[in-house]
T-cell receptor, first 113, second 112 residues
Framework: EPEVTQTPSHQVTQMGQEVILRCVPI?????FYWYRQILGQKVEFLVS????????KSEIFDDQFSVERPDGSNFTLKIRSTKLEDSAMYFC???????????FGQGTRLTVV | QQPVQSPQAVILREGEDAVINCSSS?????VHWYRQKHGEAPVFLMI?????EQKGHEKISASFNEKKQQSSLYLTASQLSYSGTYFC?????????????FGTGTRLTIIP
């Protein structure tokens, strides 16, 4: 069964460092998303991406965040200068078309120290 | 604005039924239900679209009242595998054009 894959599964970084979280969405999917979940809390929307551009972003997704789809298969989230409050589980998701189920990856647990 | 779920948590014995509610203060186009087990990714259960029918498969079904901007998830004859946190996700327009906003979550614990 096709699945969304994310790497790494866990990343520890020092405050102020840059991190890149990687995702490989399902191959025929057109819509891509990043969500994050602080431990024990709700799943929060960060950004959606379609047709090689950002469709929508939340207030969390400030200038420190960026997304790219560099080669037609990978979908990356970059945090330029990490803060302690960026510690969370980051989920990538993709959907084939509008109004269909979102498939989530297993997540990257980011710990900023 | 995020949808509100109730109850926040519920404990059931195996075989009992549960209802989880999701309500929004804004008009909705669709409601999506997901289940998340501890340390895992959310897993899709079902989508209900505006103007669509009540959905269901096996012992899990859901309804969507567009006028009240509410959805309910029904779990009948619960099994141990139903344990987890249930999230509703709402979209105010076609999901894809519009983001999915997740609710506060309902933690369901099934005990033998």
């Amino acid at each position: 069964e096709p699945e969304v894959t994310q790497t790494p599964s866990h990343q520890v970084t020092q405050m102020g460092q840059e991190v890149i979280l990687r995702c490989v969405p399902i191959s025929n999917h057109l819509y891509f998303y990043w969500y994050r979940q602080i431990l024990g809390q709700k799943v929060e929307f960060l950004v959606s991406f379609y047709n090689n551009e950002i469709s929508e972003k939340s207030e969390i997704f400030d200038d420190q965040f960026s997304v790219e789809r560099p080669d037609g298969s990978n979908f990356t989230l970059k945090i330029r200068s990490t803060k302690l409050e960026d510690s969370a589980m980051y989920f990538c998701a993709s959907t084939e078309r509008m109004n269909t189920e979102a498939f989530f990856g297993q997540g990257t647990r980011l710990t900023v120290v | 604005q995020q949808p509100v779920q109730s109850p926040q948590a519920v404990i059931l014995r195996e075989g009992e039924d549960a209802v989880i509610n999701c309500s929004s203060s804004k008009a909705l186009y669709s409601v999506h239900w997901y289940r998340q087990k501890h340390g895992e990714a959310p897993v899709f259960l079902m989508i209900l679209l505006k103007g669509g029918e009540q959905k269901g498969h096996e012992k899990i079904s859901a309804s969507f009242n567009e006028k009240k901007q509410q959805s309910s998830l029904y779990l009948t004859a619960s099994q141990l595998s139903y344990s987890g946190t249930y999230f509703c996700g709402t979209a105010r327009g076609s999901f894809g054009n519009e983001k999915l906003t997740f609710g506060t979550g309902t933690r369901l614990t099934i005990i033998p």
